[in-house]
């Protein structure tokens, strides 16, 4: 079985930066697709940023221009580094790996962004 464990979130002012860090345990395989997703309370879980096999990358709009998302070379961790945070940003933040047969969640990390 595979866990994912994020780590990284915590309190930050508008306009400050994280690091957000996604590493598996278990059996440790090299994901095909690795993915950031976010949820506040009431609302749906939303895609913030996907890296795909060829490395190519993809983001949600609020996002685009403030969070890059990166992994090891192993394929086996996936990062997130989010500048210029924004109340908006507030959420409990979730990395995924899937691929063919195969999805996982972390248990997630809370992210506040306020003054």
């Known amino acids: 079985q595979v866990q994912l464990a994020e780590s990284g979130g915590g309190l930050v002012q508008p306009g400050g930066s994280l690091r957000l860090s996604c590493a598996a345990s278990?059996?440790?395989?090299?994901?095909?697709?690795m993915a950031w997703y976010r949820q506040v309370p009431g609302k749906e879980r939303e895609m913030v940023a996907t890296?795909?096999?060829?490395?190519?990358?993809r983001y949600g709009d609020s996002v685009k221009g403030r969070f890059t998302i990166s992994r090891n070379k192993a394929q086996s961790a996936v990062y997130l580094q989010m500048n210029n945070l924004e109340p908006e940003d507030t959420a409990i933040y979730y990395c995924?790996?899937?691929?063919?047969?195969?999805?996982?969640w972390g248990q997630g990390t809370q992210v506040t962004v306020s003054s």
């Open positions: 278990g059996r440790i395989r090299s994901f095909g697709y």
């Open positions: 890296i795909i096999p060829s490395g190519d990358t």
């Open positions: 995924k790996a899937f691929g063919t047969g195969y999805s996982y």
